[in-house]
């Protein structure tokens, strides 16, 4: 093989799928919400004694047993068996104080079912604290009323900090119960459940600027690539519903605006999660019900969480591809500090009043073929301009295989469209594009999209510097690195197609 | 004659106290040479005025509003990255990316003698265009060397000089180039922004060319703090410093 090939079998290696939905071992069907402790991230799914999924950084995961293993009798507790049965399914969880409240689905012949929870103090199973107690079933359902008590979904209402559960599976109603946070069981087991909606299961509470919204996966599960399987929402002022979707049909009488579909690859997604990371950087986790890409298994993913006209939207994580990348407070384009040549070379219009408006040769797209013979072949600044479709304005964003990665998403490079030239942090925490890109932190890149839709752009890490810092228009023509601040449009960047 | 009526005259220039009366004196030893000044050749610039206290504070938004401005020098009014370049750095008179120039001061320019004159402007801009124009000069094809002195009461790093000009520019501070804007452009607002830099505790001198194609013609600069806020505390002057210029770190 001659070196040219083994060139094309690095670059080869180098990339990853940019469809792939995590990586590492992320088979899973019904996933908790996922939870960061200790800045481990850490998830809980159906199985034998519900095992137990982390990561170091939100991209690679890896399984590590079961909860069950540090239960006493490794089982759920008599109380709940009786209620319920031997499965363990569909769990979910919350910190509240200084305790980790975990409620797993228990049931026997459905709808004869129960919730049962576990109270631990941590989620590090390396810790000497680790240990879960069975703290009995929250809720049941007795297999003839008009419940299915599995699928816990529990929320943080944060108007009063007060605690609540949602459960329920297709059998009757979705229904919610308030907990008490202290205990984590239920705080008037007096009351009746409120029903709140039909038609589905895996359901969950999130909150924002005074609505309470409820997402609900319909549809079928559990088939694969025929399942169908999409995520649902409806939102109220109160926390008790009524939640009516974007038609005004409450979800008690089947409503429900789709938040997430199929789509791409990913076949049946459900069981929503939410993960805020703080900043203004909401994503969210689900599972698919069947990834074509690994030979159409459930697996975990994790996707932006996206706002527009008060509802929840479904971002997409990042793709490869090149593109132009526009500053949202300055309208400039980041670029190579070199000198431009217009598109097509030096030409006039054609004459006033559009005298060529009937023909003209098609002019061909720029690239750094055709201009770059003068550029520097060193370290050269970037800048910004107005984006005039130019070589040196050209950006190829790849994933970088092995190198790690955060919530959703490996690390990227970006480097100048057809050449090696790569966008670096520098020691003064400024920014150059360097020659070539040689893997080393300063040159990966994180890109999270934030809620608006546009996107925070972050080196690994930044010589010299331990805080996060983002790409940041400091000035119209001038990009650097500075802290995120979330209140302001200097660190949104759009990524558009040339 | 109002403070804001921009009038080159060597006799309002013997107002100003202290230091100045030395620019003034200087002034004079060269007037045989000096070319008309705008009084005798062209209308007031409405947005300039003379300096009439030693010192300036930037506005309240940090802009830079004393300068010392030099007459217009032909050019080609290419506005590209390597135009500019060729531009700035070609020699026209000696020391051109050093002097620290006093109001009056004269420099030839091949056959054509050019006079530097401090002003201050009433806007957070300096209207080159008014400047030229006051003075019967070109105002396009034309390229403006303007220096002025930032004092820094102690040293303050982590700060970037932010500028905005018409057309194209060239910045340094303490003689190390920090910002080029090129192409036609109109000014705005922290439009090219320094890396972080050290102001000096003391005098710093600031100095741009600013070359312009045609049309309109004016700049804006201030500093910003490590937290891209306005800069606060320095005063501006351009009475001449007895140091030379030094390296921006």
């Known amino acids: 093989m001659n070196r040219a090939l083994c060139g ?193 299961e895996a359901s969950i509470m999130i909150f924002r600027d005074g609505w309470y919204y409820l997402l609900v996966t319909h549809g079928s599960c559990c088939a694969g690539a025929n399942s169908s399987y999409n995520i649902r929402m409806g939102r109220a002022k109160k926390v008790t519903g009524p939640f ?24 049946g997604p459900g069981h ?122 050209k950006w190829t964003v790849a994933p970088v295989a092995n190198a790690g990665g955060y919530p959703g998403s490996p690390y990227f490079k970006i480097t100048i469209a057809g050449t090696d030239r790569a966008l670096t942090a520098t020691d003064d925490q400024e920014l150059a594009v360097l020659a070539t890109f040689s893997g080393r932190p300063e040159q990966l890149w994180r890109i999270d999209q934030l809620t608006d839709g546009t996107y925070r752009v972050m080196p690994k890490t930044t010589p010299n510097s331990s805080a996060p810092l983002a790409l940041s228009a400091i000035g119209s023509s001038t990009p650097t690195l500075a802290r995120f601040t979330p209140d302001n449009d200097r660190q949104r960047w759009l990524f558009k197609t040339p | 004659m109002s403070d804001r009526t921009f009038l080159p005259s060597l006799a309002i220039v013997s107002v100003l106290a202290g230091v100045l009366l030395v620019a003034a004196a200087h002034a004079q030893s060269t007037a045989a040479a000096r070319p008309p000044r705008a009084e005798s050749r062209g209308g007031p610039a409405p947005s300039l005025a003379r300096p009439t ?43 051109q990316l050093t002097v620290i120039p006093r109001d009056g001061d004269i420099v030839s320019v091949g056959n054509t003698k050019v006079g530097w004159h401090a002003v201050d402007t009433i806007g957070y801009n300096v209207n080159l265009y008014h400047f030229a124009y006051a003075l019967k000069r070109p105002t396009s094809n034309v390229l403006f060397w303007v220096v002025t002195i930032v004092n820094a009461p102690r040293e303050l790093s982590g700060v970037r000089l932010a500028i905005g000009s018409n057309a194209a520019s060239v910045w340094w501070v303490n003689g190390k180039e920090v910002i080029g804007l090129y192409n036609e452009r109109q000014t705005v607002i922290d439009d090219g922004v320094s890396k972080r830099l050290t102001l000096k505790q003391g005098p710093n001198v600031i100095r741009a060319a600013i070359v312009n194609a045609g049309g309109h013609t004016d700049f804006c600069a201030r500093f910003l703090d490590d937290q891209d806020r306005p800069l606060k505390g320095i005063t501006v002057s351009v009475i001449s410093p007895s140091t030379t210029e030094g390296s921006a770190k």
């Open chain 2, 53 to 95: 206290s030693p010192a300036k504070a930037p506005n309240a938004d940090g802009f830079l509003q004393r300068w010392l401005l030099l007459e217009p020098i032909a050019v080609s009014g290419q506005l590209t990255d390597s135009a500019v370049q060729t531009a700035v750095k070609t020699a026209d008179f000696p020391d």
């Open chain 1, 8 to 200: 094309l079998c690095a670059t080869a290696v180098l990339l990853v799928s940019p469809l792939m939905a995590l990586d590492g071992d992320i088979g899973m069907h019904d996933p908790s919400t996922v939870v960061v402790h200790d800045g481990k991230f850490y998830a809980y799914g159906t199985g034998n004694g519900l095992p137990i999924s982390m990561s170091d950084d939100g991209w690679t995961w890896r399984r590590a047993g079961t909860l069950m293993q540090a239960v006493p009798g490794g089982r759920p507790g008599p109380d709940v068996l009786a209620r319920g049965g031997n499965n363990t399914w569909a769990p979910d969880l919350i910190r509240s104080g200084d305790k980790y409240f975990v409620y797993y689905s228990a049931p026997g012949t459905q709808p004869k079912a129960a919730i049962g929870l576990l109270v631990g103090k941590t989620l590090d199973p390396s810790s000497s604290d680790y240990k879960w107690e069975d703290s009995g079933p929250v809720v049941w359902s007795d297999g003839v009323e008009d419940s299915n008590a599995i699928d816990p979904g529990v929320f943080r209402d944060p108007t009063n900090g007060s605690l609540w559960l949602t459960y329920g599976s297709y059998f009757g109603y979705i229904r919610l119960v308030e907990l008490n946070p202290k205990t984590g069981k239920r705080l008037y087991p007096e009351r009746k459940p409120i029903n709140i909606a039909i038609n589905g």
């Open chain 1, 244 to 267: 009516i979707d974007n038609m005004g049909i409450d979800m008690l009488q089947g409503g429900g605006k789709l938040f997430l579909g199929s789509g791409g690859r990913y076949v």
């Open chain 1, 272 to 393: 929503f999660g939410l993960l805020d990371l703080g900043d203004g950087v909401q994503k969210f986790s689900c599972h698919y019900e069947a990834d074509l890409d690994r030979g159409g298994i459930s697996v975990l993913d994790i996707r932006p969480l996206l706002w527009r006209d008060g509802w929840p939207v479904a971002g997409e994580n990042f793709k490869e591809g090149t593109y132009q990348i526009e500053s949202v407070r300055t309208g400039t384009a980041l670029e190579l500090a070199v000198q431009g040549t217009p598109v097509g070379g030096l030409r006039g219009r054609g004459g006033r009043g559009g005298a060529a408006a009937a023909g003209g040769t098609p002019i061909p797209a720029q690239d750094a073929a055709q201009v770059s013979a003068n550029w520097p072949s060193g370290a050269v600044d970037v800048r910004m301009s107005p984006y005039m479709l130019q070589a040196q304005q």
